[in-house]
């Protein structure tokens, strides 16, 4: 059954880019819909973090479309995607944490530069965010005294605090252990659930995606692979997308003549 437009919050149309002369995205097609988690994933150099960069509106593309909330983000001016951004949230890697801010500092930061509420509205919106991923009363530890998975949450509550329609989240299980990991997992969903918000989360991490996945797109080479639910890619029959997933090494042919002309610069 064909989606009603107002469900699709991102939709990205013939999107090309190159750095260089080098191909890095190929026609890629992508349709995010309204309260979904949507996991892309890929292999290294697949281009999943370049579109990623893409939907925050950090890269230019080489051509096509990327429209965010029905709002072409590659034609708009700086003010305007400036204030789109207020609708949208974004949990970084490595938490990106203000080292010189303690957590509370840290969390209310988009609110300070963002509106113009009042410290005692700030301080309750905080304590809220914080409530809802588990550091209640941490507002006045630093960053250094946190672990990986408080630093995540942390990011996670900054992220949240303006309580925007779409939250992007790159590789949020990244250097955590198992059951750190799974908590971070349920904490997405409980933020699905709890704001209907529109999630795009990047991860290599098989069994993270397939936990809160309600649809994955995976990316090779700078192509779409698949995007389907969960039973969709695990039961695909393309090859590439099994040995990803089984974690099997893709086959190499090695052309002699072009691995010597690398080697000596003539190609």
Request: net charge negative; hydrophobic share 40%.
């Given at each position: ?12 149309k ?19 819909r ?11 150099g ?15 593309a ?6 965010l909330?029905?709002k ?13 951004r207020r609708k ?13 801010m303690?957590v509370?500092?840290?969390v ?9 509420l ?22 006045d ?5 946190l ?21 992007f ?24 659930s709890?704001?209907n ?5 990047v991860?290599h ?31 695909s029959?393309n090859k ?7 974690r ?7 052309n ?9 610069g003539?190609?």
């Amino acid at each position: 059954m064909k989606n009603d437009n107002k469900d699709i919050v991102i939709e990205v149309k013939d999107l090309v880019t190159h750095y260089g002369d080098r191909l890095i995205l190929d026609q890629v097609n992508l349709e995010v819909r309204k309260g979904e988690v949507m996991v892309i994933m890929g292999g290294s150099g697949s281009g999943k973090t370049t579109l990623l960069r893409h939907l925050l509106g950090l890269h230019q593309a080489t051509s096509g479309s990327i429209l965010l909330l029905g709002k072409d983000i590659t034609k708009m001016a700086a003010k305007d995607l400036y204030e789109l951004r207020r609708k949208m949230g974004v949990a970084f890697q490595g938490g990106a944490l203000f080292s010189s801010m303690n957590v509370g500092e840290n969390v209310k930061l988009p609110l300070r530069e963002h509106t113009k509420l009042d410290d005692k509205t700030m301080d309750i919106m905080c304590r809220m965010k914080l409530e809802v991923v588990n550091l209640s009363g941490f507002e006045d530890l630093m960053p250094a005294e946190l672990s990986g998975g408080m630093t995540k949450r942390v990011a996670l509550a900054r992220a949240v605090i303006m309580d925007p329609k779409l939250l992007f989240f790159d590789e949020p299980s990244a250097g955590l252990d198992p059951v750190v990991s799974a908590e971070l997992d349920e904490l997405i969903l409980k933020l699905k659930s709890a704001m209907n918000m529109s999630i795009v989360v990047v991860t290599h991490e098989l069994e993270s995606a397939f936990r809160i996945a309600d649809r994955i797109t995976m990316l090779d080479n700078g192509k779409i692979l698949i995007t389907g639910t969960v039973d969709e890619v695990r039961n695909s029959d393309n090859k590439r997308i099994q040995d990803m997933l089984n974690r099997r090494p893709s086959d190499t042919v090695i052309n002699a003549e072009e691995y010597l002309g690398r080697l000596t610069g003539e190609i």
